[in-house]
């Protein structure tokens, strides 16, 4: 008996009957079992990114030792939160009645995007009252905003109401 491209269908018990003229004789029985070959998903950890950094192909970059398909958790397009976040790997073989499925977790370090505060110039006349201070942010990204901010910037002036003129 002979299978050339077994799918695992075929697993079960045979027996062999041979027959001529004389009778027939059938032998004892035996259990076949497809195996299929094991495959892996290699995939070494991405360099960190900054915040704001949408997944693509250098931090998805993962092969498999058979022909197939790989689906990314979280997929191409995700923007991660700071920290460290795990990547998974899933590989769904092209031959799945020869080669099994794998997978593959890495983690991926997601560094703060840098922020700018720069406080607002200010002026006022001497003796009034100090004006409120305020300052502009740049580099918020992803939609972010003032109020995302767990520690929002302190401002503050060494200059009092009767200061005189000058740079505080």
Do not use: M
């Amino acid at each position: 008996l002979t299978y050339s491209q077994a799918t695992g269908n075929e697993t079960g018990a045979y027996k062999c009957i041979a027959s001529n003229v004389a009778g027939s004789l059938t032998s004892s029985e035996v259990q076949l079992n497809v195996a299929r070959l094991p495959s892996s998903v290699n995939w070494l950890a991405p360099a960190a990114i900054v915040y704001g950094t949408a997944l693509g192909a250098s931090q998805l970059n993962a092969a498999a030792t058979a022909a197939g398909s790989i689906v990314y958790s979280p997929p191409t397009g995700t923007v991660l939160p700071v920290g460290l976040t795990n990547l998974g790997a899933v590989f769904t073989p092209l031959l799945p009645e020869v080669y099994l499925s794998s997978s593959n977790t890495v983690s991926i370090p997601v560094t703060p995007a840098p922020l700018t505060i720069s406080a607002d110039d200010k002026s006022k006349l001497e003796g009034d009252v100090n004006p409120t201070l305020t300052a502009t942010y740049t580099g918020f990204v992803n939609g972010d905003k003032l109020t995302n901010l767990s520690t929002p910037a302190s401002l503050s002036t060494t200059a009092i109401d009767s200061s005189p003129v000058g740079d505080y």
